[in-house]
C-alpha cells in the first residue's frame, strides 16, 4: 500500500500507531509546518521490537529545520500496561531530541 502525504500542508495532528523504518518514509513526505503535534503508539510484545527501528535516521530527520518546532509524543505500552524501560531506550537513542525537549512520554 502506498500512502502519499506530500500534499497535505494544512496537517495538525497524526497518530501512528506502529513505527517502523516504513513509517520514517511516510513522514518525511510531510511538509510540516503546522504540524504541531506527532502521536506514536506503539504496542511491543518484547522490548527488543524497539532495535528495529532506525533511530539515527529518525533523529536526523526531526532535527532538520522544518521539524523544530514539533513535539512528538511516546506511547508505548505491552498487555501489562506502559513500559517505562521503553521510555529510556528511546530517550538514549533521540539525544538531542530530548535535549532539544521534543520528546514526551504517557505515563
Not at 501512528?16 to 513526505?29: A, C, V
Request: charged content about 20%.
Amino acid at each position: 500500500m502506498h500512502i502519499d502525504l506530500a500534499h497535505n500542508i494544512n496537517l495538525r495532528f497524526i497518530r501512528l500507531e506502529y513505527t517502523d523504518n516504513r513509517i520514517l518514509s511516510l513522514l518525511s513526505q510531510i511538509v510540516p509546518p503546522c504540524l504541531p503535534h506527532l502521536f506514536f503508539d506503539i504496542f511491543l510484545y518484547s522490548l527488543s521490537e524497539l532495535e528495529k527501528v532506525d533511530w539515527a535516521r529518525m533523529q536526523r530527520m526531526f532535527t532538520q529545520e522544518q521539524w523544530a518546532n514539533i513535539t512528538i509524543t511516546w506511547n508505548v505500552s505491552n498487555f501489562h500496561g506502559l513500559i517505562p524501560e521503553a521510555n529510556e531506550f528511546i530517550k538514549a537513542r533521540l539525544p538531542v531530541l530530548q535535549s532539544r525537549r521534543m520528546l514526551k512520554f504517557c505515563e
